[in-house]
């Protein structure tokens, strides 16, 4: 790219070139973008470079009705002015009130919508983890595209998207129109849009942040001038980092790029790296005792004890984010052992106290070690092994590089399954995050860990998060539902909330016809009850108990010929 003239940026994304120009009066930010063209078109000339010029267009961004654009020549050919500029899939209107993006974005995630119609009913069709899976891959991505941009927008505009979202839980938890908002968002969680706008426009100021010469570096630390009735990016995550300041790091490390290195290189050409036990899977499937009677045998045979110095670690972290520990547990082949925890900084999530913790047992043993020792590390972080056999940890893998021995070997084994080393790692790693703890910077990864947490809305209240609820099929998820919440089609909310049925009696005559009427005291439904139930079984248990009790809940609907 040419040099350009003073105070004219550009920005390039493969064959894509925007260039601005921000100005007090319109005329001087012409001229400077008239210059700039020039010097592109010579550029692109003397490179044999062609600039479809059909599609370069121009706007004017300004607040005044009054301010007219001035004439933008590429080479020969006049430039159009729109009144919209779309760039990287985001819509720039000239006063950036973002309403035409916003209103594309709605009409590409109700399109989307129909999809999860298409799936599901409440009657038949898909359950709610893969109604929730489509959402969250195919719907959500429209309505948050770019959205650390324009969160500045008018909250009518951002509500029209948190419409869209609220359309979705209504189908995947086949909740009625007027079950409560926030219901939805429980049991499903899923948070409101507004939530995740904020968590992503702080994670994009810590990358600013991190990045000591990026030009929002220096604006974000700039007093906004409050000349104008809108807000602004930086004003908005201003106002978020000092509601969170307490609880979030002061110091965070700067982002460094270098090339000395290939990133393809690794330097562990002397370090295997196992990253799987056999007959054993990644995922919670398994009980412990599936997973500990194979990792014994495995350990017992490729790393049996008296051939080999098994180096158990682990990391802890409280909440996941604040006062890290890490664990370290040795057993010599000689039968001794030796334990240490180690705290690892006020400010710690648990993949950095994973990573401290390999990082303190290659530096304890790498004196210790002989050319004739075998060494095999052991732990329970499987994302901790693949950066390592990826290269993305080069202070881990320095150290694991200088170990000198005859064989050193970094083994996933699973964790909290009873493996006698495992604990007494998890064991130091806790004792370790009690330990004091000193004030420590965080990398932009780690800030990003915490900013998520600390904007993750609350946990729901009783029943637990592991609900049997999520374990039904699609039509008994619908019924337990709508009866949990009250919003369904018995006579109390026809006609108290819809005014749909003249009274809300039971047609038994006793009482009102809601949920508990119903599964506890219609004496029109007491023989199937005591079919279904044969001893006394209360309210709480039939809509939250295990998924045997929501079974029998959904069962006793159907056989009533209720609709809910």
């Not at 637990?464 to 369904?488: A, C, K, M, W």
């Not at 998924?547 to 010929?561: D, M, N, P, Q, Y």
């Amino acid at each position: 790219m040419p040099e350009l003239p003073s105070r004219v940026h550009a920005a390039l994304y493969a064959d894509d070139l925007v260039l601005w120009c921000t100005e007090e009066h319109a005329t001087t930010a012409t001229y400077r973008m008239q210059l700039a063209l020039e010097k592109v078109a010579a550029w692109t000339d003397n490179w044999c470079v062609t600039i479809n010029r059909d599609k370069t267009t121009a706007t004017l961004f300004t607040l005044s009705a009054k301010v007219q654009p001035g004439r933008l020549t590429l080479g020969d050919t006049p430039l159009k002015f729109e009144d919209q500029q779309t760039y990287l899939g985001v819509t720039y209107d000239k006063r950036m009130t973002w309403k035409h993006h916003i209103m594309n974005a709605e009409a590409k995630a109700r399109r989307k919508l129909n999809i999860m119609r298409k799936l599901a009913g409440s009657q038949w069709g898909a359950n709610e983890k893969i109604l929730k899976t489509v959402y969250q891959g195919t719907v959500r991505p429209h309505l948050e595209y770019g959205s650390s941009s324009w969160m500045t927008a008018a909250k009518t505009h951002l509500q029209t998207l948190e419409i869209v979202q609220n359309q979705a839980l209504r189908i995947i938890t086949g909740a009625m129109k007027t079950t409560p908002i926030d219901k939805m968002q429980q049991v499903t969680g899923i948070p409101p849009l507004s939530k995740r706008r904020e968590c992503k426009a702080m994670v994009q100021d810590i990358k600013y942040q991190c990045i000591p010469d990026h030009q929002m570096n220096a604006r974000m630390k700039q007093l906004s001038s409050g000349r104008l009735k809108r807000s602004s990016y930086a004003t908005e995550t201003r106002a978020l980092k000092r509601e969170h300041q307490a609880k979030m790091p002061e110091l965070v490390h700067p982002s460094h790029f270098s090339l000395e290195e290939p990133p393809w290189k690794n330097n562990l050409e002397n370090v295997s790296i196992q990253t799987t036990v056999p007959h054993l899977t990644t995922k919670d499937e398994q009980s412990d005792v599936q997973k500990k009677v194979p990792t014994l045998a495995m350990l017992n045979e490729r790393y049996p004890q008296e051939a080999w110095m098994r180096v158990f670690t682990d990391g802890s972290a409280t909440d996941a984010v604040k006062r890290g520990g890490a664990g370290v547990y040795i057993q010599h082949p000689s039968g001794e052992w030796q334990a240490e925890a180690i705290p690892t900084g006020l400010h710690c999530t648990n993949y950095r106290a994973e990573v401290e913790a390999l990082i303190h047992a290659a530096n304890t043993i790498s004196s210790k070690v002989n050319p004739d020792t075998q060494v095999v590390f052991l732990a329970d972080a499987l994302s901790v092994l693949q950066a390592v056999n990826n290269n993305k940890l080069p202070q881990l893998t320095t150290t694991l590089h200088n170990i000198k021995c005859l064989k050193t070997v970094l083994q996933w084994v699973p964790s909290h399954c009873g493996i006698e080393g495992n604990e007494q790692a998890d064991k130091m790693a806790k004792q370790g995050a009690e330990d004091e703890q000193e004030e420590n910077p965080v990398s932009s990864r780690e800030m990003k860990t915490i900013i998520k947490s600390l904007l993750k809305p609350p946990p729901p209240p009783p029943p637990p998060t592991h609900d049997s609820y999520h374990q039904l099929s699609r039509p008994e998820q619908v019924v337990i539902f709508r009866l949990r919440t009250g919003h369904n089609r018995m006579q109390q909310y026809l006609h108290k909330k819809l005014r749909a049925v003249p009274s809300p009696m039971c047609p038994c005559g006793d009482a009102e016809q809601d949920a508990a009427h119903i599964l506890q005291d219609c004496r029109n439904l007491q023989p199937l009850r005591r079919e279904i139930w044969t001893r006394p079984v209360p309210l709480h248990e039939k809509l939250h108990g295990p998924v045997e009790a929501l079974h029998k809940t959904t069962s006793f609907i159907t056989r009533a010929g209720l609709q809910v």
